[in-house]
């Protein structure tokens, strides 16, 4: 096969029940797929989402929230919601401070398994970690909203949960700008915090909203 069709293969995949399959084959009946969004951003609270797919309705086109519009991520939002069992929990930047990053997402990851209407038999978490405390069977995969129809479902409701709280959060304090930037380390919101010093929204442990907030004080160099 030449090199641009292998390419264009690689590219056309999309995240697909396998794991799911593996997991029900091994004596499974319901099969979670995990995964947070807002990880990395110096605002706003951590999401995330619990997703067990009907076999019979996955939606077509999930993939990766990453790989997808904004309209799309809300077109499939909505079918996720009408055909899959879903939950959400939330770690707000008082929980980030308490429990550090990877611990507040993984308390954060193992609330919204507890939150689905029925509990998973086995669960598919993207990334390196599994949560303590998940009932059944938990299952890490590094890349696995690209390789796991339900997480890549838990995915994008993470995501368009978390831009819609981003929302609110730039009605509370609209000269930070969250609806765009979405809490990110974007020049603008670092000049921003730089100018204003942090708000209620901002995670106080990360570096640069502590170093902001030390600035503000007179206790660093401007």
Not at 108 to 117: G, H
Not at 170 to 176: I, K, L, S, T
Request: include cysteine; charge should be positive.
């Amino acid at each position: 096969m030449p090199p641009d069709s292998r390419k264009a293969d690689t590219e056309a995949r999309l995240p697909d029940m396998r794991y799911e399959r593996a997991a029900r084959r091994a004596g499974a009946r319901f099969v979670a797929g995990v995964d947070e969004a807002g990880r990395g951003p110096l605002a706003g609270p951590v999401v995330t989402a619990a997703v067990i797919l009907d076999p019979k309705k996955v939606p077509v086109g999930v993939n990766d929230s990453k790989q997808l519009s904004p309209a799309k991520r809300e077109a499939l939002f909505t079918e996720i919601l009408q055909t899959a069992m879903v939950a959400v929990a939330v770690a707000p930047p008082s929980v980030i401070a308490r429990l550090n990053i990877r611990g507040a997402t993984l308390w954060a990851m193992r609330q919204a398994v507890l939150n689905l209407a029925t509990l998973p038999d086995h669960t598919l978490i993207d990334g390196r970690d599994v949560p303590p405390g998940l009932p059944g069977i938990g299952q890490a995969l590094i890349g696995g909203d690209g390789l796991s129809a339900s997480i890549a479902a838990a995915s994008i409701v993470a995501k368009v949960t978390r831009d819609r709280m981003c929302q609110i959060m730039d009605c509370d304090a609209p000269v930070f700008g969250f609806a765009g930037h979405k809490g990110y380390s974007s020049q603008k919101h670092l000049e921003l915090l730089a100018e204003h010093g942090p708000c209620r929204h901002h995670r106080e442990d990360f570096a640069p909203v502590a170093e902001a907030r030390l600035r503000l004080l007179g206790l660093v160099p401007a």
